[in-house]
């Protein structure tokens, strides 16, 4: 299973930018589908999590960005909105699931991460 993450770049304090990742390959379901990010020397946060039903958003997300999942096409978003230099990252796209294996008893659980895409937020 592969992931593919567009729509990093730079923009100003204030505005807004969305990130989507498509989930590709021998997929039988998808659990989860989260973002996380990363700054260098630092370890990689969770910004959001889609799964079970339900989002999560770390404290810094709250209210500023909205995961949200097209289930058809395999893609989680993550809409960010007022981003501030503090959200300049890396971002990473992350999935789980089962890929179809042999059959009903001999499914193959599957945990992948995309290549990351810049962010980076000017004052």
């Known amino acids: 299973v592969q992931l593919v993450e567009i729509g990093g770049g730079g923009v100003q304090a204030g505005e807004s930018l969305t990130l989507s990742c498509a989930a590709s390959?021998?997929?039988?379901?998808?659990?989860?589908m989260a973002w996380y990010r990363q700054t260098p020397g630092k370890e990689r946060d969770l910004v959001a999590r889609?799964?079970?039903?339900?989002?999560c958003y770390a404290d810094s997300a709250k209210g500023r960005f909205n995961i949200s999942r097209d289930n058809a096409k395999n893609t989680v978003y993550l809409q960010m909105d007022n981003l501030g230099p503090g959200d300049t990252a890396v971002y990473y796209c992350?999935?789980?699931?089962?890929?179809?294996?042999?059959?009903?008893?001999?499914?193959?659980?599957?945990?992948?991460w995309g290549q990351g895409t810049q962010v980076t937020v000017s004052s």
């Open positions: 992350n999935a789980d699931g089962v890929e179809p294996g042999l059959g009903p008893f001999f499914r193959i659980p599957f945990d992948t």
């Open positions: 390959g021998n997929i039988f379901r998808i659990d989860t």
């Open positions: 889609d799964g079970d039903g339900m989002s």
